[in-house]
T-cell receptor, first 116, second 116 residues
């Protein structure tokens, strides 16, 4: 069965500095990987996904993520953090061998706090 | 266009009462998912509908939980004889249902359920 780990419950970064939110995964086949962001009292908003092709994926709000097959990682990055990026970030995975349109398996989330 | 909508946004109930939560997916989306977000637990898959196929109920935590999807659109999640451990945010998501594993799921704002 597939699984996702987000090793950090909380990440603090100063405004203007680069940020990284870590995600590692475990699947039996080829992974489909997703990042979502959740602002207070809101649902999840899609940021980006890796399906195939270039390992560096660019998404919304200046975020990007790098798929690293050898390290089974899909870390979320942004070159310059904004205070408005403060939110809860979720990494999610699907495992290709499974048939049909299966649900996502989510990590427990990482709370990002950007300090002015 | 309109996103996924859920109602009510908040629900407070007494232990032992039944509750119904509603989800309106994005128009034309044939795939619909329910997830539960509990404090410190991340997102937990509950149930998945795809078109007219039998739903995937593998994530439902007990037989007190059930869901219907009428006419392939609106879905209702019912929790019977609510318990305090049912307190959580219940999130609904939908996707087009055409691209299988590659699809992005779009989430509603959630229903925050509190069982007293």
């Amino acid at each position: 069965a597939q699984s996702v780990a987000q090793p950090e419950d909380q990440v603090n970064v100063a405004e203007g500095n680069p940020l990284t939110v870590k995600c590692t995964y475990s699947v039996s086949g080829n992974p489909y990987l997703f990042w979502y962001v959740q602002y207070p009292n809101r649902g999840l908003q899609f940021l980006l996904k890796y399906i195939t092709g270039d390992n560096l994926v660019k998404g919304s709000y200046g975020f990007e993520a790098e798929f690293n097959k050898s390290q089974t990682s899909f870390h979320l990055k942004k070159p310059s953090a904004l205070v408005s990026d403060s939110a809860l970030y979720f990494c999610a995975v699907r495992d290709e061998p499974n048939s049909g349109n299966t649900p996502l398996v989510f990590g427990k989330g990482t709370r990002l706090s950007v300090i002015a | 266009g309109a996103g996924v909508s859920q109602s009510p946004s908040n629900k407070v109930t007494e232990k032992g009462k039944d509750v119904e939560l509603r989800c309106d997916p994005i128009s034309g989306h044939t795939a619909l998912y329910w997830y539960r977000q509990s404090l410190g637990q991340g997102l937990e898959f509950l149930i998945y509908f795809q078109g007219n196929s039998a739903p995937d109920k593998s994530g439902l935590p007990s037989d007190r939980f059930s869901a219907e999807r009428t006419g392939g659109s609106v879905s209702t999640l019912t929790i019977q004889r609510t318990q305090q451990e049912d307190s959580a945010v219940y999130l609904c998501a939908s996707s087009p249902g055409l691209a299988g594993m590659r699809e992005t799921q779009y989430f509603g704002p959630g229903t925050r359920l509190l069982v007293l």
